[in-house]
Antibody, heavy 124, light 107 residues
Framework: QVQLQESGPGLVKASQTLSLTCSVS??????????WSWVRQRPGKGLEWIGY???????YYNPSLKSRPTISGDTSKNQFSLRLSSVTAADTAVYYC????????????????WGRGTLVTVSS | DIQMTQSPSSVSAAVGDRVTITCRAS??????LAWYQQKPGKAPKLLIY???SLESGVPSRFSGSGSETDFTLTISSLQPEDFATYYC?????????FGQGTKVDIK
């Protein structure tokens, strides 16, 4: 059974870079079948998709984050990571890693598996 | 970006009630829509994808319908474990976007 687990500092200073890692167990992050993603949820707010890494190299980022995120993969450790630069208080959120799996048509994909999430607070 | 608007923002219901949540997309997204359930302090859980396909292991009291811009999630007979917040999400155009959520609480 595939499981995802986020890890990283729970406190980051404003203007610095947030770094989180998602460890994948029971499956392979190098599988070309999945879109390994990061999603965040600000306190009391809805969900915001940050981006994905696919097939160990192809990436996409939500334009709303203005070139600040970087998602990378480490196949040797079966992990993928998020770096978010120049953070502000607005980046305080629970960060989830999630797996995107294609639907039966193969046209699109959805988040079918999630980690438990990790709270990151940006301090001034 | 495609904007997803859910209604109502919250609904109070009793065990056994039929509950319907609506999601409207700002443009045609065909049937590329998912519904997620989130309980406090927990990660979202995929319930429905492609507007009406039930994810494996999800109880059959959950159903989804709709296409183009208007979609519905229905819980046919609300159970105690169904009190949660529900989100829709479009998977038609990048970036994927979510609705603001609908909280289902106990009447």
């Amino acid at each position: 059974q595939v499981q995802l687990q986020e890890s990283g500092p729970g406190l980051v200073k404003a203007s610095q870079t947030l770094s989180l890692t998602c460890s994948v167990s029971g499956g392979s992050v190098s599988s070309g079948d999945y879109y390994w993603s990061w999603v965040r949820q600000r306190p009391g707010k809805g969900l915001e998709w940050i981006g994905y890494i696919y097939n160990s190299g192809s990436t996409y980022y939500n334009p709303s984050l203005k070139s600040r995120p970087t998602i990378s993969g480490d196949t040797s450790k079966n992990q993928f990571s998020l770096r978010l630069s120049s953070v502000t208080a607005a980046d305080t959120a629970v960060y989830y890693c999630a797996r995107g799996a294609r639907d039966r048509s193969g046209y699109t994909w959805y988040f079918d598996l999630w980690g438990r999430g990790t709270l990151v607070t940006v301090s001034s | 970006d495609i904007q997803m608007t859910q209604s109502p923002s919250s609904v109070s219901a009793a065990v056994g009630d039929r509950v319907t949540i609506t999601c409207r997309a700002s443009q045609d997204i065909s049937s590329w829509l998912a519904w997620y359930q989130q309980k406090p302090g927990k990660a979202p859980k995929l319930l429905i994808y492609d507007a009406s396909s039930l994810e494996s292991g999800v109880p059959s009291r959950f159903s989804g319908s709709g296409s183009e811009t208007d979609f519905t999630l229905t819980i046919s007979s609300l159970q105690p474990e169904d009190f949660a917040t529900y989100y829709c999400q479009q998977a038609h155009s990048f970036p994927w976007t979510f609705g603001q959520g609908t909280k289902v609480d106990i009447k």
